[in-house]
């Protein structure tokens, strides 16, 4: 069985996924929701960490069979909910408890801003091998959730962010940043 709790499930999904330097394709999966915000918040503040109910990867296309294998042999059931590969703790679990996966390079949804960042951009500021910062923020830009705001005022409150990411964001992103940073209370 996978891991249950948030904080289990993103330290078991870690050696399957190659976040530890074990798993079956080490280099292929890398964290870049929530978790991700956690990792880059808890560098400067652990105090000012939220974690969420589930987890998000990235992986290459190619690299899914492995995946799924990898997963597998960490006791997570693979499964598809509405659109997007996942992988449960069990097969009664919850898909927004689950481990989602995003395609390295392609766009979560056609019509997002910017496609989901590359393998190749991430960097390993804590525990776990996440997307760099500047990727992290053109993701969470990108999908503009309310969940995805409060990640983005969360990096702003540690001092992550500041006015001058607005140059540092693809121009069609760097309205919401402003208007985020212009309302930090939300």
Known sequence: MGAGSNGNR??????????SGTGICPGSLRGHGGNAVAEWVGSVDEGAVRF????????????????????AAGGFVHDRAMG????LDSPDSKPGEAVHVNFAGEKV?????????????????GTFAVVNLDALVGM???????????????????????????????????????????????
Request: overall charge negative; hydrophobic content about 40%.
């Open 10 to 19: 993103t330290n078991s999904a870690a050696p399957a996924t190659g976040h």
């Open 52 to 71: 969420t109910r589930d987890v998000d990867i990235l992986v290459r296309r190619d690299d899914m069979p492995a995946a799924i294998e990898a997963m």
């Open 84 to 87: 997007v590969e996942i992988f």
């Open 109 to 125: 949804k056609e019509y997002d801003l910017q496609s989901a960042p590359l393998i190749e951009e991430s960097v390993r500021p």
């Open 140 to 186: 969470k830009l990108t999908s503009y959730r309310d969940k995805d705001k409060r990640h983005i005022r969360d990096m702003i409150g540690v001092g992550l962010i500041d006015h001058s990411w607005l140059e540092r964001v693809l121009p069609s992103l760097a309205p919401r940043l402003e208007e985020i940073l212009n309302l930090p209370e939300g």
